[in-house]
């Protein structure tokens, strides 16, 4: 099976911009989680989607938005980014059904000038 | 709130066993993971533990306590290719739902 992938791997904007990351799951995979990895705050969770609905989320403001389509693909969108925003973007797709096991795609890294 | 704590660092040498240690207060608890990251890339899956016990998966195992609220993972056999980022992770529940809660990560290094 082909794993996770996310486009595009590298992003520069300026403050004030929006980007928005897509994110391919694994194929059969139903869920797919999005996180922020960044050297101070490590590895926060930002938002799972779970057969095109927003199951759970995590405690970022309402600027971090996501979506699913029908065919599980996500898409994470961020409006008026700030500096604070530059990190790592990581999504990573599990069957949503069972465990603790997802699976990471390569991530976007983001660079907010 | 939610938190896990983990060794920032751990160093040992090729062949040797080493186990890293976690930590955590959350509610709602479902389960304890384990994920290795090397520098530049992504987290890799390990281990999900659910109930108490050892699981084994080759070279790697994960034990989890859920009275001590305490996991750990034990890597034996060590090569230079584990030298790495390693990060415990749990599900669990909050005012929001249930999420991911990751540890600060424990960095490995293995010496020749």
């Known amino acids: 099976k082909a794993g996770v992938t996310q486009t595009p791997r590298y992003l520069i904007k300026t403050r004030g911009q929006q980007v928005t990351l897509s994110c391919s799951p694994i194929s059969g995979h139903r869920s797919v989680s999005w996180y922020q990895q960044t050297p101070g705050q490590g590895l926060q969770f930002l938002f799972e989607?779970?057969?095109?609905?927003?199951?759970n989320k995590g405690n970022f403001p309402g600027r971090f938005s996501g979506r699913q389509f029908s065919n599980s693909r996500s898409e994470m969108n961020v409006s008026t980014l700030e500096l604070g925003d530059s990190a790592l973007y990581l999504c990573?797709?599990?069957?949503?059904?069972?465990?603790?096991?997802?699976?990471f795609g390569p991530g976007t890294r983001l660079l907010v000038l | 709130g939610q938190s896990l704590e983990q060794p920032s660092e751990v160093t040992a040498v090729e062949g040797a066993i080493v186990q890293i240690n976690c930590t955590y207060q959350?509610?709602?608890?479902?389960?304890l993971s384990w994920y290795q990251q090397h520098d530049g890339g992504a987290p890799t899956f390990l281990s999900y533990?659910?109930?108490?016990g050892l699981e084994e998966t080759g070279r790697f195992s994960s034990f989890l306590s859920r009275s001590d609220s305490y996991g750990y993972l034990l890597l034996q056999e060590l090569q230079m290719k584990d030298s790495a980022s390693y990060f415990c992770?749990?599900?669990?529940?909050?005012?929001?739902?249930?999420?991911?809660?990751f540890g600060p990560g424990t960095r490995l290094s293995v010496l020749p």
């Open positions: 959350t509610s709602g608890f479902y389960g």
């Open positions: 990573a797709s599990s069957s949503g059904t069972s465990g603790g096991s997802q699976y």
């Open positions: 533990n659910a109930l108490d």
């Open positions: 992770a749990v599900r669990a529940r909050d005012n929001y739902g249930q999420n991911f809660v």
């Open positions: 989607y779970f057969s095109e609905t927003q199951r």
